[in-house]
Nanobody, 121 residues
Framework: QVQLVESGGGLVQAGGSLRLSCAVSGSTYSSKAVGWFRQAPGKEREFVSR????????YYAESVKGRFTISRDNLKNTLYLQMDSLKPEDTAVYYCAVGEVSRSTTTWRYWGQGTQVIVNS
């Protein structure tokens, strides 16, 4: 069983930055997708960014491309989301997740508890 614990959320002014962390435990995570999602009040959960525990390819939602950076520290088993140039519309609960990839399809199986990000205008 994989466990994910997010941290680093908080209150920030528009234009500011935050770095979210996701501590991953349970085993090795090779060949797995790791990513970030967010859910704003009254909205559906949406994809933010994805990468793999091995390899360097990354993918971002258009809404955050150029502002957010996903990364990882394999030695620490930690996933990060660096968020720069934050906008009020980035306000949401952010979740990290681990999934399995079959060809181009990802099935997200494990989720963290979420960390709140609030961006004031």
């Amino acid at each position: 069983q994989v466990q994910l614990v997010e941290s680093g959320g908080g209150l920030v002014q528009a234009g500011g930055s935050l770095r979210l962390s996701c501590a991953v435990s349970g085993s090795t995570y090779s060949s797995k997708a790791v990513g970030w999602f967010r859910q704003a009040p009254g909205k559906e959960r949406e994809f933010v960014s994805r990468m793999y525990w091995t390899g360097d390819s990354t993918y971002y939602a258009e809404s955050v491309k150029g502002r957010f950076t996903i990364s990882r520290d394999n030695l620490k088993n930690t996933l990060y989301l660096q968020m720069d140039s934050l906008k009020p519309e980035d306000t949401a609960v952010y979740y990290c997740a681990v999934g399995e990839v079959s060809r181009s399809t990802t099935t997200w199986r494990y989720w963290g508890q979420g960390t709140q990000v609030i961006v004031n205008s």
